[in-house]
C-alpha cells in the first residue's frame, strides 16, 4: 500500500519521466506527493582553489550559484505543485536549505516511496547526481526507491525480478509485491546461475513464483545460465520477455569508514532505460 510519496524535484516536472511516473502511481494509489528540493549553500560555495588575486571572482561566483540555486529550486516546487494540482494529486511541498542527506532524511522520516530521476538535480550545480549517488541513497535509508530514466514513456507492462538467492533481493521482490506500485503488472522472475541460498535455482523461483500468485500476480519464471557479465545477460533476457522494469536489491558492506555497494545494482542503475525499484 502506498499513501505518501516522495518525489525528488527536477528543473523542469512538466517534461520530466519520474514526475509523470509518480502521478501515476498517486492517481492509482490515492496517495499524496511531497516534492522535495534542497540548497546546499554550503557545496555550491565550494568552488575550489583560486590563484591569488581572484577571490572577489571567487566571491561572485559562489554566490551566483547560490542565488541560481535558489531561485531554480522555488521554480521547480511551483511547477510541480502546477502538476499535480492538474493531475488531481495531493501535493505538499518540502523546500529547504541546508545539507542535502540531512534534509532528505528528515522528509524521508515517513513516506511510503521514493522517486527519482536516474540524473539527480543539484539546484544550482551544471552537474548532476548519478548512480553511486542514488546507491548512496539507498545506504542512507532511503528505501525503497524507484529510478526512472529521463525519456521512458508510459508506464512498465511487465516487471523482471532479479532473485540472487539473498535477503536483499527477496525483500526487494516483496516490497514491490506488496506496495504494487504499478497494479497488477505481470512479474517474470529470474535468476542467475546457482542461488546465495544454498538451494536449486528451481526451487527458489517456485517460492518466489507462489509469494506472487498469492497476492495475485500473474507469475513467470526462467532460469538463466551462470554469466560473468551478469547485468547484461538480465538485460538482454528482459528485451525477449518483453520486459520494462527492473527489480533488484541492494547489498552493501561498510569496512571502516567506507560503504562498498552492490556492483549489479551499480551497474543496473547506470545502464537501465527502464525504470529499476531497488531496495536493501
Excluded at 496517495?31 to 571572482?57: E, H, M, Q, R
Excluded at 524507484?146 to 540472487?164: N, R, T, Y
Excluded at 505481470?186 to 518466489?208: F, M, N, Q, W, Y
Excluded at 551478469?230 to 518483453?242: I, N, P
Aim: hydrophobic share 45%; proline share 5%; charged share 20%.
Amino acid at each position: 500500500m502506498i499513501k505518501k510519496i516522495l518525489l525528488v524535484a527536477s528543473e523542469d516536472p512538466k517534461t520530466s519521466s519520474h514526475v509523470r511516473a509518480a502521478l501515476a502511481i498517486a492517481r492509482r494509489a490515492g496517495a499524496s506527493v511531497t516534492g522535495f528540493v534542497v540548497v546546499d549553500k554550503d557545496d555550491l560555495s565550494n568552488i575550489g582553489p583560486a590563484p591569488i588575486g581572484a577571490f572577489s571572482y571567487r566571491y561572485e561566483l559562489a554566490k551566483n550559484r547560490v542565488a541560481r540555486g535558489l531561485s531554480t529550486a522555488a521554480d521547480a516546487v511551483a511547477d510541480l505543485r502546477a502538476v499535480c494540482d492538474d493531475a488531481g494529486v495531493s501535493f505538499v511541498a518540502e523546500r529547504t536549505v541546508g545539507d542535502r542527506d540531512d534534509t532528505l532524511a528528515n522528509a524521508w522520516r515517513f513516506q511510503d516511496l521514493a522517486i527519482l530521476s536516474n540524473e539527480v538535480w543539484i539546484p544550482g550545480s551544471n552537474e548532476s547526481g548519478d548512480a553511486e549517488t542514488l546507491l548512496h541513497f539507498v545506504a542512507m535509508g532511503l528505501r525503497p526507491l524507484l529510478v526512472v530514466p529521463q525519456g521512458f514513456e508510459g508506464e512498465p507492462s511487465k516487471a523482471m525480478v532479479s532473485l540472487s538467492g539473498s535477503l536483499d533481493s527477496a525483500k526487494a521482490y516483496k516490497q514491490f509485491v506488496q506496495m504494487r506500485p504499478f497494479g497488477d503488472v505481470p512479474l517474470h522472475i529470474v535468476t542467475v546461475g546457482e542461488p546465495k541460498s544454498g538451494g536449486t535455482p528451481e526451487d527458489l523461483l517456485r517460492e518466489a513464483a507462489v509469494y506472487g500468485e498469492l497476492h495475485g500476480f500473474t507469475v513467470t519464471t526462467a532460469v538463466l545460465p551462470k554469466a560473468e557479465r551478469r547485468v547484461e545477460a538480465l538485460q538482454t533476457h528482459a528485451r525477449t520477455v518483453g520486459a520494462d522494469l527492473f527489480v533488484i536489491g541492494s547489498s552493501y558492506h561498510q569496512f571502516l569508514m567506507m560503504t562498498r555497494f552492490g556492483s549489479h545494482a551499480l551497474q543496473m542503475l547506470r545502464s537501465s532505460k527502464y525504470p529499476v525499484f531497488v531496495s536493501h
